[in-house]
């Protein structure tokens, strides 16, 4: 009889859970299919819980050209979520001995015009560094198309005068992460391509991430689309002004298997690991809800790790909540559609 007890529940509990899923993976779908239609340029969705998928779906077109409708496994340009993997990366080299967080940015690269300011690496991964973005300059439509290396990069914006001094206010700023990928450079010996396919992309199994490449024949690889009273293709700009910054490419699958390994402590030991995820403050004690490379937010008053990603063609959002293990990523392939508001809905559900 107990027997008879037990077999009926567990009946139940598997039913019970096939229903939720049903009506779960309904009600996603019902928030994506109301903003992506299936002839316009698309979007992929994945939803994991505890490490595993509980949701993935792609929608709309992958290349309106060759009309060719999105899948899953699609590979997009990720844009400022390259930011996370710049940002390990020093981390990487920090716990290696080979630099300091507080080491200033002059150790590195000494001829860098500080003006008597004392900018240190911890500045430039939290975004309060006060050096100006070089993406909001005027001039930089004149070297968008240029090849430049990162030493000509830094030159671009080197001389610009500061926006406030180190530490007082957070101003979000590329060209902090334009130095970090320098720095990692100087510091490994090796490219910032070559350091985060080896030490990182290799070691964890994604084969499906890249350093993006106009040149390589990439498989899979998504067309990038801008509404200009219809959609036309994106721009072209040249991935060596992205850089450490926005020039990484990827698939959900991929970045599913980059959360579970920084979860799992695969790349740094978990003193390192959290400290990307330290909210940090400014010099007189504001919180800047920022960490290294994420920024610290709220979804039903838990504390979510997210960051999002624009670049020519693309936006990318992906959000991860760490007391329930929920991680939601969604990348779409015109600079029209952003997913960040579809990817909060979808971890707001699944919380809790």
């Not at 992906?318 to 991680?327: D, V």
Request: aromatic share 12%.
């Amino acid at each position: 009889m107990k027997s008879l007890l037990q077999y009926v529940l567990a009946l139940f509990l598997v039913f019970s859970s096939s229903v939720f899923s049903q009506k779960l993976e309904a009600k996603i779908d019902s928030i994506i299919t109301a903003k992506f239609k299936p002839e316009i340029p698309g979007a992929v969705f994945l939803a994991a819980k505890n490490g595993k998928v509980v949701y993935r779906k792609a929608f709309g077109m992958a290349d309106l050209e060759l009309n060719v409708k999105m899948k899953p496994e699609f590979i997009f340009e990720i844009g400022s979520i390259t930011k996370q993997f710049t940002a390990i990366s020093v981390l990487m080299l920090a716990e290696q001995g080979k630099l300091n967080l507080n080491d200033e940015i002059t150790k590195f690269i000494p001829d860098y015009p500080t003006n008597g300011n004392v900018i240190k690496i911890h500045h430039l991964l939290t975004h309060t560094s006060g050096i100006k973005d070089f993406t909001s300059m005027k001039s930089i439509k004149n070297i968008a198309r240029e090849d430049l290396s990162p030493k000509e990069l830094v030159d671009f914006f080197k001389d610009e005068p500061i926006d406030f001094k180190p530490g007082e206010q957070y101003k979000y700023c590329n060209s902090g992460y334009v130095l970090l990928g320098y720095i990692i450079e100087i510091v490994s010996g090796q490219t910032y391509r070559d350091f985060i396919s080896e030490r990182i992309f290799r070691k964890i199994g994604m084969n499906n991430t890249l350093y993006a490449s106009h040149e390589r024949i990439i498989k899979n690889r998504v067309s990038g689309y801008r509404d200009k009273q219809g959609y036309v293709n994106k721009n072209y700009i040249s991935f060596s002004i992205p850089y450490a910054t926005g020039a990484i490419m990827s698939n959900v699958d991929d970045m599913l298997k980059w959360q579970n390994a920084l979860n799992k402590n695969v790349l740094l030991s978990s003193e390192f690991t959290e400290k990307a995820f330290t909210n940090y403050q400014l010099n007189d004690g504001t919180k800047i809800d920022y960490g290294y490379g994420w920024h610290l937010e709220k979804i039903k008053d838990k504390v979510v790790r997210e960051h999002g990603g624009s670049i020519f063609g693309f936006k990318s959002m992906g959000i991860y909540e760490p007391s329930e293990q929920i991680y939601v990523i969604g990348l779409s392939n015109c600079e029209c559609n952003s997913p960040t508001l579809i990817t909060t809905a979808i971890a707001s559900l699944l919380i809790d």
